[in-house]
């Protein structure tokens, strides 16, 4: 059974970076034709796909955040991990990763996701 | 970009049908997914694609798209499916961007 746990720190300063890695269990990141995707959800509002990298190094960025997202994939460690910059108090959610199947039939889902962190903003 | 819209919220008594929609110009060319989000817990995918449910998911979850607006039905309703439904798809820019629907509150009555 696949599994995904994030992990980083619950606070960061604003106008710094914020960090999270994403490890995937009982399955290879790089054996599959998957992407690996982060999803972000406010406190008490929906969600809303931040990006997804092809193990490959293929990624694609929510075009509203892209200036500052960066998503990158760990094969030796089946890991892939979150770098979002000059994070301000609107960045405070829960992160969630995500294993996000996506193809040019119209197919694109997420079927494996962590249980997510939650990262405050906050001096 | 395109949006996906959804009702804020719906009810319906136990035991019986109902059906959340998602409405948006990208479901004309991209298939919608519906996700189940109970409280404290990470969305589970409960419908994929034209009506495919992953392993596990009840029958009485089912999906269904007529042009721009795709529903979610579930048949039978039981008090653990109340709980927040969201949509999603793939833009119809051509690139891969995903968007998600603002989300379904369903209280079962």
């Known amino acids: 059974q696949l599994q995904l746990q994030e992990s980083g720190p619950g606070l960061v300063r604003p106008s710094e970076t914020l960090s999270l890695t994403c490890t995937v269990s009982g399955g290879s990141i790089s054996r599959s034709s998957y992407y690996w995707g982060w999803i972000r959800q406010p406190p008490g509002k929906g969600l809303e796909w931040i990006g997804s990298?092809?193990?490959?190094?293929?990624?694609y960025y929510n075009p509203s955040l892209k200036s500052r997202v960066t998503i990158s994939v760990d094969t030796s460690k089946n890991q892939f991990s979150l770098e979002l910059s000059s994070v301000t108090a609107a960045d405070t959610a829960v992160f969630y990763c995500?294993?996000?199947?996506?193809?040019?039939?119209?197919?694109?889902?997420?079927?494996?996701w962590g249980q997510g962190t939650l990262v405050t903003v906050s001096s | 970009s395109s949006e996906l819209t959804q009702d804020p919220a719906v009810s319906v008594a136990l035991g019986q049908t109902v059906r959340i929609t998602c409405q948006g110009d990208s479901l004309r060319g991209s298939y919608a997914n519906w996700y189940q989000q109970k409280p404290g817990q990470a969305p589970v995918l409960v419908i994929y694609?034209?009506?495919n449910r992953p392993s596990g998911i009840p029958d009485r979850f089912s999906g269904s798209s007529s042009g721009d607006t795709a529903s979610l039905t579930i048949t039978g309703a039981q008090a653990e499916d109340e709980a927040d439904y969201y949509c999603n798809s793939r833009d119809s820019s051509g690139n891969l961007y995903v968007i998600f629907g603002g989300g379904t509150k369903l209280t079962v009555l």
């Open positions: 995500a294993r996000h199947w996506d193809d040019s039939s119209g197919y694109s889902y997420f079927d494996y």
């Open positions: 990298s092809y193990y490959s190094g293929s990624t």
């Open positions: 694609g034209k009506n």
